[in-house]
């Protein structure tokens, strides 16, 4: 019995909920862009950065030997510390729980 009377309750105020934000919805949907339109925006920046930084890599004239040890150079520079730390952490946390 209390069951179904807090689901009236519930429904209730959803509904009237829904009723009361119901004009706001209305105006985001006439006078805001399209969520669509924003995310096809950021993939053309992104493929625009990507034509910019090729042709940036093909104006300075390195071999891909040289460009591939740049980028492991790199990579291995960024990722060591992240795994480090990432080690330090698992070894303290576990220190701490362990008994």
Do not use: H
Not at 14 to 20: G, K, N, P
Not at 29 to 46: E, H, N, V, Y
Not at 85 to 96: C, E, L
Request: hydrophobic share 55%; net charge positive; glycine share 8%.
């Amino acid at each position: 019995m209390i069951n179904i009377i807090l689901k009236g309750i519930m429904s209730l105020i959803m509904s009237l909920v829904s009723i009361i934000l119901s004009p706001i919805d209305l105006l985001i949907a006439q006078f805001l862009p399209d969520f669509s339109g924003a995310i096809s925006a950021i993939g053309r920046l992104f493929a625009l950065i990507g034509n910019g930084l090729g042709f940036c890599v093909s104006v300075t004239g390195l071999s891909k030997e040289t460009l591939s040890l740049i980028v492991l150079f790199y990579t291995f520079k960024l990722t060591v510390p992240l795994l480090v730390s990432t080690v330090k952490t698992a070894i303290r946390w576990y220190n701490a729980i362990k008994p």
